[in-house]
T-cell receptor
């Protein structure tokens, strides 16, 4: 059972905002939405996470719909170095630690 | 990434031999994880640890064992390597159950 659905690939022009959608229609009330990215052959990199409210950090913004069934990761000014596979993950916490389950992700290509 | 080191970075071994991969952290984080990444399967959790001597299985734990005798080291052992265990192995750490993971640079293991 895929908990999230993402487009397989997207293109974005350098300097423009990249908006990466994620559908998580079966998310439960205490599950968080996490975003990671993986640049070719490197380990995944944490970007941002949220529960209900929109979140922003130095890397990106996370917009979660009011019903929490979908979210959008926004890279405000994409650069060539943002070319990567972006993973949207929903996760339930427990005392034994959280266990990320990675799906297929979205391959973002930032073009000059 | 700073604070987490995987060794070796590359290894070629023969079928049937034991192999141990090491993950070392200097962050004093409680949680540590081992993932494998294969084409077509994405990242899959093998084992994780939520404290010294506290470990549990992930979704693809068959053929693997782990040990954590001190906070900074999490060892992954393939008791008798098989060709199906050829993969890239990533270690990750997390300070809390809510926090983002920091991943290592990976170990590329080839079993011939």
């Amino acid at each position: 059972d895929a908990k999230t659905t993402q487009p397989t690939s997207m293109d974005c022009a350098e300097g423009r905002a990249a908006n990466l959608p994620c559908n998580h229609s079966t998310i439960s009330g205490n599950e968080y939405v996490y975003w990671y990215r993986q640049i070719h052959s490197q380990g995944p990199q944490y970007i941002i996470h949220g529960l209900k409210n929109n979140e922003t950090n130095e890397m990106a913004s996370l917009i979660i719909t009011e019903d929490r069934k979908s979210s959008t990761l926004i890279l405000p000014h994409a650069t060539l170095r943002d070319t990567a596979v972006y993973y949207c993950i929903v996760m339930l916490f427990n005392n034994a630690g959280n266990m990320l389950t990675f799906g297929g992700g979205t391959r973002l290509m930032v073009k000059p | 990434d700073a604070g987490i080191t995987q060794s070796p970075r590359h290894k070629v071994t023969e079928t049937g031999t034991p192999v141990t991969l090491r993950c070392h952290q200097t962050e004093n984080h409680r949680y540590m994880y081992w993932y494998r990444q294969d084409p077509g399967h994405g990242l899959r959790l093998i084992h994780y640890s939520y404290g010294v001597k506290d470990t549990d299985k992930g979704e693809v734990s068959d053929g693997y064992s782990v040990s954590r005798s001190k906070t900074e080291d999490f060892l992954l052992t393939l008791e008798s390597a098989t060709s199906s265990q050829t993969s890239v192995y990533f270690c990750a750490i997390s300070r809390t159950s809510q926090g983002g993971y920091t991943f290592g640079s990976g170990t590329r293991l080839t079993v011939v």
